[in-house]
């Protein structure tokens, strides 16, 4: 039996060395972790003097020293075709991340004023860039998920700090902890001061709804919001979100100078399209059992091009054409590259991002393969390439249907979704995630218990606090889900060392 | 002051959503239409032949079916609502409104739908949801028009062959604006330094207003005013602060009371159930469909947070400070549902701006649906009061 604990030092997450995949496997596995370095190094010198002053000036920036770190973890255990997809899409999400750190650093008033700062528009929230396609002198910055989400994927102690500011400010503890997080960095005061203006955006929630009122507030360029209707399957709401779009287009102009233009603004909807259908495609490998993609990364490239290249990061559909050739292979070839998975398991809801590479860890320790998880069906919309209005109108229909919004608004129906899915990528198991701050979500939480036992299917809840690691720790949400696994599926541990440890101060 | 005539007739209307008077409209043959939320127009829920009802779960206990469907983090409120439906208790509804204005809120009413509520009662009933914009431009004002007409008047005449008629929908105004007249004028009462209508009286007769079907209720509202008109007030008010009450749903008067017995007299209702925003008069402008001015009218007065543009956002303090001037309030109360997000990031904000940049005192406070913690709020709404009588005797200084 493996005892891949044993690599780690006690009470970490730190390894005393890299993992043995075989010769050729840790040998390739090397090589991308040299890339990965390269890309560091790239991205510091863009703005040295900027970017380290930024690491000075912004806590949560700190936490993305854990980058080459999240890598190792989400990698854990993958071998050949496997191995080699996640690497390139790993590469092209840090090259975005890279990117837009060193363009929030490079345009950031707070270390000199520079016309950069201007060529930025900001998009709060999960917003996704295609809306500022129309404008190729601009570029279109998250505010919120750089500060948050991404950062947590590398550090789970770069939230706590923020969400406990609210707190002390009187903001229960029972609120979403992505919103309070990104609440928290406004009342600190350390979001970047950057870009021409800010559009915020009711994306994807309640609780998001309000943080961004209250970011507002601290932000200092001029913002406006695109209110995108919630009931999105009712085709009623159609004119009201393309006439949101015209406004939030108009908004720009106004407040930059720039004119929309729309053989710019094709071009980038073409390389959005491309990249929606490059997930079809992943989809039908991850449905087979000879699939290269699956645990985390991929539904991590997902999730990273819907929300920060909307067909704007050319390399990203470069990375997927990549790595669908080695899927392709593997699946004519018939490699069966996640050759310890027992049982193919769905994944639902907000996720624990503290534990981002929990699908990893199931896998290892488990034999239990995650092919497919909800983010990976959010966005997705092919647009128009020709006709505005309609194009316009996709581009709010692919917000309606963003991350979490897609499953969480327009009807109890979408959350639902979980089983057909589950069919369709042949899971035997169903994980839905407890997000206990997640009202949208646990509002339905009945009806999935009644579902699931109507359809005889094996579901396992896994409670967790999404953004804080102190309510429950990443230990507790393995401890939930072994229990299941003993209990309920009558499982050993592929590797017994891997059931409980202890990783609380572990980044 | 002497009780009034027909509060306990009132208040026992308030024990049960299926009161006496929903029971007497119906055998009329009229149509109970619910709704929780002031984004569905109360005055289109009483067109010709249709009343409406303002839904609560009066007397509960526990919500161990709410809980088990939609868990214990979710807002209490909606999980009474939802006990309530499973019981039965709505079971006389001929269709429920709603809106995706608030999450918790929005699924409690998916239920009807996932269960197949009431349907055994009433094969014809419906749930009927829309969508609400979150801003205030003239392209939101159309698409709330259009989903109003969408949403709540076409099921309507489809349905149950309702005339929605423009001359309909004038009519019915016409009857809502009788009933906010009153409601407004008794209200308008506690601007007074010793009113002649408690604070939980005003609380009583503004959900008997919402929970009755206003056709049967208007005739003792009526002589309510006017014994309130000529009513002989105490000597001295029996309260020692005047407080603006602002926040998520309040629609239970023993809340009012609580505040009450903590010497607190709530001169402005500024919740949902409440008549601040509710009982204004609809105005029909020149040219103008009876349709639109109802648009115009709910999206114009409405004070939810949800409202993310900055107008809307500016409004809703200034209309507070409004408030607290216009009643001579001594403080203001927010207040806020427990996992309500709205109003947790707005007790936040609010609370900040009326004390530190308005100077009006203030204090948020996050309640349960049933007054189960009553003696934790009467510790917090006892200190407010002591903090603003130390305030006047210090001269205005904290």
């Known amino acids: 039996m493996a005892d891949e604990r044993k690599r780690f030092y006690k009470g970490s997450g730190i390894a005393k060395h890299r993992e043995w995949r075989g010769l050729k496997d840790t040998f390739y596995d090397y090589l991308q972790w040299v890339v990965n370095l390269g890309i560091l190094a790239q991205f510091a010198a863009k703005s040295p003097v900027r970017i380290v002053k930024g690491l000075f000036e912004y806590r949560w920036f700190g936490g993305y020293i854990g980058a080459l770190h999240m890598t190792d973890k989400c990698t854990a255990g993958l071998r050949g075709p496997a191995l080699r997809t996640a690497h390139i899409q790993m590469h092209a999400i840090m090259k975005g991340t890279t990117g837009m750190l060193a363009d929030s650093m490079i345009g950031d008033r707070r270390f000199g004023d520079t016309d950069a700062a201007d060529k930025f528009v900001m998009l709060e929230q999960t917003m996704c860039p295609e809306i500022v396609a129309g404008f190729p002198n601009l570029k279109a910055l998250p505010l919120e998920v750089l500060q948050g989400l991404l950062g947590t994927y590398m550090d789970q102690n770069l939230a706590p700090f923020y969400m406990d500011i609210m707190e002390n400010v009187g903001l229960p503890a029972d609120s979403c902890r992505l919103s309070a997080n990104a609440a928290g960095v406004a009342i600190n005061d350390d979001y970047p001061e950057v870009g021409a203006c800010l559009i915020t955006n009711n994306m994807p929630c309640d609780s998001s709804t309000m943080n961004s009122q209250l970011i507002e507030r601290r932000i200092k360029i001029p913002t406006t919001v695109a209110g995108i209707p919630m009931r999105w399957e009712d085709e009623s709401t159609d004119r009201y979100a393309l006439a949101q779009m015209k406004e939030v287009i108009k908004f720009i102009e106004d407040t930059t100078g720039e004119k929309f233009d729309e053989k710019a603004f094709f071009k980038v909807m073409k390389q959005h399209n491309k990249e929606v259908r490059n997930e079809f495609e992943v989809w039908e490998y991850a449905k087979t059992p000879y699939t290269a993609f699956g645990n985390v990364i991929s539904p991590l490239f997902h999730a990273f091009y819907f929300t920060f290249s909307g067909g704007s990061m050319p390399y990203i559909d470069k990375a997927a054409k990549k790595a669908l050739k080695v899927a392709e292979k593997a699946y004519k070839n018939k490699t069966v590259s996640f050759d310890k998975a027992r049982h193919r398991m769905i994944t639902w809801g907000g996720p624990g991002c503290y534990f981002v590479d929990f699908n990893t860890w199931a896998y290892n320790c488990w034999g239990v393969l995650v092919p497919a998880q909800m983010d990976m069906f959010s966005g997705n919309v092919i647009i128009s390439e020709d006709d505005l209005d309609d194009a316009l109108l996709g581009i709010a229909h692919n917000y309606e249907r963003g991350v979490m919004r897609r499953h969480l608004t327009g009807g109890y129906q979408h959350l639902l979704e979980v089983w057909d899915e589950a069919e369709k990528f042949n899971c035997d198991m169903v994980l839905v995630y407890d997000d206990i701050t997640c009202k949208g979500a646990m509002g339905l939480a009945g009806v999935v218990n009644d579902q699931a036992k109507d359809k005889n299917k094996h579901l396992v809840w896994v409670q967790n606090d999404m953004f804080d690691h102190r309510t429950i720790s990443r230990n507790e949400m393995r401890r939930q889900f072994s229990e299941y696994m003993t209990a309920v599926m009558q499982e050993e541990p592929l590797d017994e060392s891997l059931v409980d440890f202890d990783d609380y101060e572990g980044w | ?398």
Not at chain 2, 30 to 54: H, I, Q
Not at chain 2, 106 to 123: C, S, T
Not at chain 2, 138 to 164: C, F, M, S, T, W
Not at chain 2, 300 to 305: D, G, I, L, N, Y
Request: net charge negative; proline share 4%; charged share 25%.
């Open chain 2, 1 to 398: 002051m002497k009780d009034l005539k027909h509060l306990i007739y009132f208040e026992d209307l308030l024990q049960e959503a299926n009161n006496e008077l929903v029971k007497q409209a119906a055998a009329d043959g009229k149509k109970a239409l619910g709704y929780t939320c002031y984004f569905v127009p109360e005055v289109l829920l009483n067109l010709g032949g249709c009343f409406s009802v303002r839904l609560r779960a009066p007397g509960t206990s526990n919500t161990d079916i709410g809980t088990y469907y939609m868990t214990n983090k979710t807002c209490p409120f909606t999980r009474s609502i939802l006990e309530r439906s499973m019981e039965g208790g709505y079971n006389f509804l001929s269709a429920m409104f709603s809106s995706e204005t608030c999450q918790m809120m929005h699924r409690a009413h998916e239920y009807f739908d996932i269960m197949g509520l009431v349907k055994e009662q009433n094969p014809d009933f419906f749930l009927s949801m829309m969508d609400v914009p979150f801003v205030t431009t003239k392209a939101a004002y159309e698409h709330y028009e259009n989903q109003l007409r969408k949403h709540i008047l076409e099921p309507l005449e489809k349905v149950y062959g309702v005339d929605i008629s423009d001359k309909a929908i004038r009519a019915a105004i016409g009857e809502h604006n009788e009933i906010c007249d009153i409601i407004s004028e008794l209200g308008e009462l506690r601007k007074l330094p010793n009113p002649p209508i408690t604070s939980y009286e005003f609380h009583v007769l503004q959900l008997v207003s919402e929970c009755c079907p206003q056709y049967l209720i208007k005739d003792k509202l009526l002589e309510t005013l006017k014994e309130v008109r000529k009513r002989k007030v105490d000597p001295k008010p029996n309260y020692r602060a005047r407080i603006v009450v602002t926040g998520s749903e309040v629609d239970d008067p023993a809340f009012t009371k609580l505040l009450e017995d903590c010497g607190v007299y709530v001169v402005a209702d500024r919740y949902c159930y409440g008549s601040l925003p509710g009982r204004e008069q609809i105005e029909i402008r020149e040219g103008e469909s009876a349709l639109t001015a109802v648009a115009r009218h709910y999206l114009s007065t409405s004070e939810c947070p949800r409202f993310m543009n900055k107008e809307k956002q500016v409004q809703r303090r200034s209309y507070l400070k409004q408030l607290v001037n216009d009643y001579d309030a001594d403080g203001v109360l927010y207040l806020q549902m427990k996992f309500c997000e709205y109003w947790s990031y707005e007790r936040v904000m609010g609370v900040h701006d009326m004390n530190e940049v308005e100077g009006i005192p203030c204090i948020g406070v996050e309640k349960e649906y049933t007054m189960a913690s009553a003696g934790q709020l009467r510790t917090r709404f006892q200190a407010f009061v002591e903090s603003i009588e130390i305030k006047k005797l210090q001269g205005g200084k904290m």
